[in-house]
């Protein structure tokens, strides 16, 4: 498939590029992950400037109101210039808060500021795993106490946490703020050098104005929330491969070895065109996705088929990039690690490319 943009996402993915130019890259990554949170709360109100965070959320909440295929634009660039705040969670916990309840209109305008980092902690509503939802909701003085855990979490300093729980009708969704009480943070760390966490809740009192929605509904809710944060996740991880294949195609072309360019090998250049193909088949799987979900025709087995493929390629071509390279390329020196380090992270946040296949199965067969 020939992604044809139209004049706006033209103009969208030109100002992702330029913001990534100025504010992104391999040297800002280095930085980063020898911080605490391991990404930067400023350049996250940089991206809200530019409208990033608000993408998803309808105009009547006073978002821009656009749609995954505009999404997987941002994160495509994000994920080329090695990003590492939760820019695809935070948006997606932007369009579910604009959901919920009026009560929670001055967190929406924080979170689509950059002002507030909120982000998904949920279970796949559909998963038939026992462990699959571990959080259980038990209804009181008109809100919901959960208890349990879930080691879901993309940013372990998050300052709150849309969660799930089961209830005996459904599912409960709701924003439980970081400093709750009964609520534990545990930080792990990743690879690439960003805090991850776990959530431990111990009979934690969430009121009804801090509830997103419940029963049917919830259960809709947190499947559609977690579906967004997959094809954001997936659509950085494009990003990824694309700059890896580039790094790697440049080296081709200036590394001598017997007295020739390596880039006239022809194993390097079957590598090279291999890596090309499997980041083309990527984006076109992805992007047809984000035009069924957008135009209503989408569905949960396509979002799982798109972070699998996605999950095996992005390993696959940073890899490849790695050995193309030689031993400079396993240097923590040389730009190409920092790529294998984020692929390495995102391939596996959320599930991996095993277990996604398993979602497709599953989920297709109940489609049928």
């Known amino acids: 498939m020939e992604l044809v943009l139209d004049e706006e996402q033209t103009i969208l993915r030109e100002s992702a590029d330029k913001l990534i130019e100025r504010h992104a890259g391999p040297a800002r990554f280095r930085e980063l992950r020898t911080t605490e949170h391991g990404f930067d709360r400023a350049r996250l109100v940089e991206v809200a400037e530019a409208g990033w965070l608000s993408l998803l959320v309808p105009e009547e909440r006073d978002g821009l109101g656009l749609g995954t295929t505009e999404a997987a634009l941002v994160l495509e660039a994000a994920g080329r210039g090695l990003m590492t705040e939760p820019v695809a969670a935070v948006m997606a916990a932007a369009w579910a808060v604009a959901s919920g309840p009026a009560a929670m209109n001055a967190t929406l305008e924080e979170l689509m500021g950059g002002r507030a980092v909120i982000v998904p902690a949920l279970h796949d509503p559909a998963a038939e795993d026992p462990e699959g939802a571990r959080i259980q909701a038990s209804a009181g003085g008109g809100g919901f106490t959960l208890a349990g ?149 989408g569905n949960r087995a396509m979002v799982a088929a798109v972070k699998a493929r996605a999950s095996d390629a992005v390993l696959s071509v940073t890899k490849s990039m790695v050995q193309m390279h030689g031993a400079i390329g396993f240097t923590d020196e040389y730009d190409a690690s920092l790529y294998l380090r984020r692929a390495m992270s995102l391939s596996a946040q959320y599930g991996n490319a095993d277990s996604h296949r398993k979602r497709y199965a599953r989920l297709s067969s109940r489609a049928a």
């Open 149 to 297: 855990r879930t080691d879901t979490v993309p940013a372990a300093a998050a300052d709150g946490f849309i969660v799930d729980g089961r209830s005996g009708d459904g599912t409960v969704v709701c924003l439980v703020p970081r400093d709750a009480a009964g609520l534990e943070v545990v930080p792990r760390g990743r690879v690439d050098g960003t805090g991850h966490a776990a959530l431990v809740l111990t009979q934690v009192s969430v009121p009804a104005d801090r509830v997103l929605a419940s029963g049917a509904q919830g259960t809709e809710l947190a499947a559609a929330t977690l579906d967004l944060v997959l094809l954001g996740t997936s659509a950085e991880m494009l990003g990824i491969m694309e700059q890896g294949l580039a790094l790697a195609v440049d080296y081709l072309g200036t590394r001598e070895q017997f007295g020739r360019l390596i880039g006239s090998f022809q194993a390097m250049q079957h590598r090279a065109v291999n890596d090309h193909i499997d980041i083309e088949l990527t984006r076109s799987l992805l992007y047809q996705v984000c035009a069924a979900m957008d135009e209503g025709r």
